[in-house]
Nanobody, 122 residues
């Protein structure tokens, strides 16, 4: 089973940009849908966006227009490009896999990575 590892988190100022990576232990294209989630302290895990093998993406309304998901087959890596960061974007960010495009529930995803912390603060 493919394992996923997130990286790239850190501290960013409001309005700044940051790119997270999700590296797969095997071919990224063996993952039908690569999803991104986030979880802030005391809150439920929240869907951020997803991408399928054809490059089609879908996003949560809260990040639409600010976040962009992509995947690079040569690097076996998926990316979450975050722009126009807001303090409420502070969370632990995870990537995971699903078999169903359009899935947004954490229960529809598996092979979770360990997460990478993103903090938006001045």
């Amino acid at each position: 089973q493919v394992q996923l590892v997130e990286s790239g988190g850190g501290l960013v100022q409001p309005g700044g940009s940051l790119r997270l990576s999700c590296t797969a232990s095997g071919s990224i294209f063996s993952i039908p849908v690569l999803g991104w989630f986030r979880q802030a302290p005391g809150k439920k895990r929240e869907f951020v966006g997803g991408i399928n093998g054809n490059g089609y993406t879908y996003y949560a309304d809260s990040v639409k227009g600010r976040f962009t998901i992509s995947r690079d087959g040569a690097e076996n890596t998926g990316y979450l490009q975050m722009s126009s960061r807001k303090p409420e974007d502070t969370a632990l960010y995870y990537c995971a896999r699903s078999n169903a495009y359009g899935s947004t529930s954490p229960g529809a995803f598996g092979s979770w990575g360990q997460g990478t912390q993103v903090t938006v603060s001045s």
